[in-house]
Structures are given as structure tokens and as C-alpha cells.
């Protein structure tokens, strides 16, 4: 991926680009990721959030992929609308193995793609969910930590915001 800085940061997971950030369900292997890419000028619309799709499908070395939908998110229900000249929304599966592990199976991915021209930067949310046998069980004493759904993932994207414009000046 065009990451805009690629070190590395402490993770107990894996490691984790400090272009992103990675959020996990505490009991199921859902997963949340925001990052910050450079901006791919040379693909635009629905082709850019396609690019993106397949992109991580690559670093993870997907055994095939599948793209379900693309649709536009219109600007208006974005709270960067202000800054954001262009949104996707995608939904795919990807046939990957976990770490270490040999058994690829489909995971289903939500993909937001928010265009930042003026700070020539994509900004990239993938909901990862996994099947529904890989989950953990949700016994009792986890009835508070339900899964998360598609509206969670929808509300992250429409309320996001930036807080500091300087997080995308060269330090």
C-alpha cells in the first residue's frame, strides 16, 4: 500500500503502520481500521475505492476476491464534509488466511473511502467481519459486547471528524 509513513508501531496483535489504526472487538474477530493513505490521483470514483479494495486484498495476500457493491456517500451525511471532495462506500469478501495459519476462509469487508485532495490523502475505514463460526461465543457474562454491526461502522464514517489539520503537515 502507499502508506505516507511506513515505521512501525508496538502492537499486541501485529505490527501496525503508524498510518493507521487498528480496532478488535474484545470478543469477536471483528476488527476497525482508520488509515491515512497517500492520495491515488490516478484513480477516481468508484475505481478508487476499488483500488483500495484490492489493494489490501494484495497485502494480505488474498486467495480471491470478490466485490459485492460500490455506492457513493453522499457528501452532506459526512461531518468532513468540509474537507472531503469525494466518498465510497464497498462491500466485498476476500478469501484470506489468518496468521500462521493454512485454512483460508471469506471474510466480509465494509470499505469507506474518503478523498482529502487538499491534504493529498485517502482516508481509508474497512470493517472487517469475519465468519460467523470464527467468532468467539457470546456466553453471558459477554452480553454487554455485542458485535458490531454494519450502523456502527455507518455511524463511524458519517461522524468523523478532524479535530487538528496539521496531523497531515510533513513533521
Sequence with gaps: MAKLNKADEKSDLRPVPDNQEVFCHRVTDQSLIVELLELQAHVQGEEAARYHFEDVAGVQEARAVQVEAVQPLPLENLALRGCCQEAWILSGKQQVAKENQQVAKYVTLHQALLRLTQYQTDLLLTFN?????????????NLSLLPWSLGDFEQLVTSLTLHDPNIFSPQ
Design 129 to 141: 467481519q469475519p465468519p460467523p463460526e470464527n467468532r468467539s461465543s457470546l456466553g453471558p457474562e
